[in-house]
């Protein structure tokens, strides 16, 4: 594997987690009976539209389907990708 081939490795990986990141996000939301392009707007203002989020919408299932999601994997995750005022957001709506 050359070098070219393996940055391009490296950020289809990253993109994958990524997308896995907002779903998690996304799920974690619905379980909680908390909209998640509305918690989104309220990090990130300037961002209204998500392109990500809606596409990671459209793969979460009902409450009652889904796995209990633990509020700290959630924070963790936001934070290893950097969204840290989303995980600030997360936090203050369980306070």
């Given at each position: 594997?050359?070098?070219?081939?393996?940055?391009?490795q490296v950020i289809k990986s990253y993109q994958s987690d990524e997308k896995m990141m907002i779903l998690i996000y996304a799920q974690w939301c619905i379980n909680n009976d908390l909209d998640p392009e509305a918690l989104y707007v309220k990090a990130y203002p300037n961002q209204i539209h998500n392109p990500s989020l809606a596409e990671a919408m459209e793969l979460t299932v009902p409450k009652k389907e889904s796995e209990e999601i633990p509020t700290h994997t959630v924070l963790q995750v936001l934070q290893l990708f950097g969204n840290d005022d989303l995980a600030f957001i997360v936090q203050s709506e369980l306070e």
């Open positions: 594997m050359d070098k070219k081939e393996m940055e391009d």
